[in-house]
Nanobody, 122 residues
Framework: QVQLVESGGGLVQAGGSLRLSCAAS????????MGWFRQAPGKEREFVTG????????YYADSVKGRFTISRDNAKNTVYLQMNTLKPEDTAVYYC???????????????WGQGTQVTVSS
């Protein structure tokens, strides 16, 4: 199975942008659907976005539609999360995740990265 390492988190002002990356090591990255989750203090982990193995089909939570874009580069074994027009409520630890199941089903994701902190100041 793959191992996942996120990068790109940090502190940004409201209205700004960040791009998160998730590098996968191991075999057959293109066999996995990939997703991003986030967890704010005191809240449950939220399924933010997912992308199918081929990279064409995507899912977005209503809270990020139109602002976040997920993409993947199977040649580089990497998935990205471009986050624009960031809001203070986007502050959370962001986790990359993988599954051989459905890109749309949060319960299918069973391989996790260590997380990267995103803080949006008002």
């Amino acid at each position: 199975q793959v191992q996942l390492v996120e990068s790109g988190g940090g502190l940004v002002q409201a209205g700004g942008s960040l791009r998160l990356s998730c590098a996968a090591s191991g075999r057959a990255f293109n066999a996995y659907a990939m997703g991003w989750f986030r967890q704010a203090p005191g809240k449950e982990r939220e399924f933010v976005t997912g992308i199918k193995q081929g990279g064409i089909m995507t899912y977005y939570a209503d809270s990020v539609k139109g602002r976040f874009t997920i993409s993947r580069d199977n040649a580089k074994n990497t998935v990205y999360l471009q986050m624009n027009t960031l809001k203070p409520e986007d502050t959370a630890v962001y986790y990359c995740a993988a599954t051989i199941g459905s890109w749309r089903l949060k319960g299918d994701y069973n391989i996790w990265g260590q997380g990267t902190q995103v803080t949006v100041s008002s």
